[in-house]
């Protein structure tokens, strides 16, 4: 599978952001899908997944995240999705859509498939 995302843009706190991650190949529906975020002198960090279910199953979430942020993948589209509400300062970086074959996790030397970073910027 291949993965190709975007949505990342200049925003205020407080304001909402939609990523998105459109996957090409076969078999988008065997795989957990994922994502993550680096920001510049930090080490890429797990922000969420879902399992690869998608619709009803299992969600993941950062601590920093949970409550203001919803992960959901569509398989028909085969598609996965990031809504960011309340967004933060803090949520600047380059966030990055990833796949694998197995459940999902937070550490990111896990994931066997990435698409391309797609800037967030969030300014106070």
């Known amino acids: 599978v291949q993965l190709q995302a975007c949505g990342g843009g200049l925003v205020q706190a407080g304001d909402s952001l939609r990523l998105s991650c459109a996957a090409s190949g076969s078999n988008f529906r065997t795989y957990t899908m994922g994502w993550f975020r680096e920001a510049p002198g930090k080490e890429r960090e797990f922000v969420s997944g879902?399992?690869?279910?998608?619709?009803?199953?299992?969600?993941y979430y950062a601590d920093s995240v949970k409550g203001r942020i919803t992960i959901s993948k569509d398989n028909a589209k085969k598609t996965v999705t990031l809504q960011m509400n309340s967004l933060k300062p803090e949520d600047t970086a380059v966030y990055y859509c990833a796949a694998r074959q197995g459940m999902a996790s937070s550490r990111f030397r896990d994931w066997t498939t990435w698409g391309q970073g797609t800037q967030v910027t969030v300014s106070s």
């Open positions: 879902v399992d690869r279910s998608g619709s009803g199953g299992s969600t």
